[in-house]
């Protein structure tokens, strides 16, 4: 269960104070799927990097399972994210040099699993994500943008997170291929029983998760509840 | 994909890249490399210099150096004043005996005479005692010998030559450098008057002996321990007894003919030079320093060997900024990269392994090449260097050695004119020698040297890398992956 508690984070711009996280609480059970809408610069990316751990709030916290990120060291913050966080990109943001199944185990080697056991596991990802085994080898800058995606997704999945964190992870593919990532995220978090939050404008793309937040000018309102899932 | 696969994959990314930096590394390398060669053989010539001149200076009777003289002969008081100069490390008197074949001087009187020294022929005037032996000389008289022994124009009968002996104190020839002795053993102990004696090879092999054989020295016999070999015809037609043995055999007990004294530095030779004249006074002694004209010969050695170590560490330096502004540019190139990678978990030590090992890599081929350009250049640069700081020395040394020995009568300095213990060796060979010494250093490239200078290009390399691997902790993936 991830448990947001009045999260803030501001900014000093010149003699201007900016809170694009003003406040912000919320609860996701595990599995969910749920989603944040926004204009741009409403700060949906900023709370996703407050939940991911790659800022630190200025006041609030986040209790995943129970462990309170608060006022842990960034050793610490580093294996949460390795540990308990998966990210999907908008830009992919895959190691363009290495094979699909390489940028896959990157995380379990961080891990400390066994190359043997990263190598199986890593494939068996490619394949939910249903990339053809033929491309499991080729590097990823010579994957198209949806078969880039599913292998970021895979990655994501890779030491089976507790909370997917995607940002806009429809944004650079098309109206289809977009479809196709956003129901591959939902039957992974219902086969994974992964929580997963999917920042996007994209409103439709909002309609299909089952919890649906709207953050405007730093606040979170739900939206709507679907009642798609949980 | 373990952390050292991902760096060698990263290194070559872009192989145009990666060609460029390895060839800039090789140079730099190849070139530290080079001087590392250099500086070595510079180093072991300076040392073989050192080795085969000595740091000695040669002490003969004041008056008495050269083929007429006088004075007052030497001392064994005078060697223990000599010995309490600072930076004196020995002092090894000598007893120079003319050995005269006893069938040659026929009914001569075999009892010790005092001569003078002939001219042209012999040592300190005065100073040599002639004794008869048993012993055929193993050098023939021939032209220059019975010209020696003309009187006007009266042709005398073809003579034999005498052989030099020399009581020593120590196990050195007359000039200070170690015997070879190449069968048998030493004296043992060199200040006890015992009859043994070691005996040149040609004149071992002339009269037929070996270590064990006996022959007489003033009808006293003789045991041969050991067998030397001294490198030249009239170096080996030589006998060396123990010090107090020639005393004796010269009935001048307190008597010396030349002492050798050995400083404890090259650089302490000139003043030690001066501090041992004074001590001795300069109506007593004259103190002649051989290796004048090596001793900047050796200085103009070691200012290549200091240059080509600043080269080295410049090289070396320059290798390692090549590095580093390499991998600064890679991890400011990479950002987003590293940012991701900490995003997925990777600590920053993972991140910044992961670039020194990158780094190590393009070292290591740069090394290889490096070590290529290295062993075809590093002759070259060092003869460069060498010719470029030696040749004034070389010709001036030149010059100064050719004088010396067009100075001595006929040009016969290391003829068998001057039995050992006059002229402190002949000084005419070294001083003429030095220019070849300086020409003849080999830079070869040894795996030792080789390996040394790898090792000090990777730890360069590894504390350039280390820069640009702590920027990579200070990357946060917040502000690269802002841009999202």
Redesign the interface.
Known sequence: MIVVKDLVRQFKSGDRTIKPVNGVSFELDKGSLASIVGKSGSGK?TLL?LL?A??KPTSGDVVVDGVSLAGLPD?KL??Y???DIG?V???F?L?P??SAV?NV???M???GMR?AARLQRARELLEQVQLDPEKHSRRTNRLSGGEQQRVAIA?ALA?EPKLILA??PTGNLDEQTGEHIIELLSSLSRDHDTTILVVTHDRSLAQKTGRCFRLQQGRLTEEVRTGLRR | MSVLARSVGNAFRNKIRTAAVVAVLAVAIGLALAMLVANQAVGAKVQELNASVGTTLTVNPAGGQGFEGGGEPLTTAEAETTASVANVTSVVGTKALRLQTTTTTGSTDAATTQQAGPGGGFGPGGQQATVSTNLTAAVDAGTLGNRNNASGTTTLPARTLPITATGIGAEVDSTGKALEITSGTGLGDYTSSEAKALVGTSLAEKNGLTVGSTFTIQDKTFTITGIFDAGTAFGNNAVYVTLPEAQTLAETPDELSTMIVTVNSLENVDSTKTAVQDALGTDKADVTQGQRNLETAVSSLDSVKNISMIAFIAALATAGIIIMLIMVMLVRERRREIGVLKAIGARNRTIGLQFVLESLVLVALGSVVGAVIASLASGGIASALISSNTTTTAATTTQRGGGLAGAMPNGTVPGGGMPGGGMGGGQGGPFGGASQLLTSVTASVSPGVLAAGITAVFAVAIIGALVPALLTARIRPIEVLRGE
Do not use: Y
């Open positions: 990316s990097s991911g790659l800022d050793g580093t294996e994210r390795r540990r990210f990109f908008q830009q943001n190691i040099n290495l390489d185990m990157l995380p080697e961080f891990a190359k990655r030491n940002d806009e």
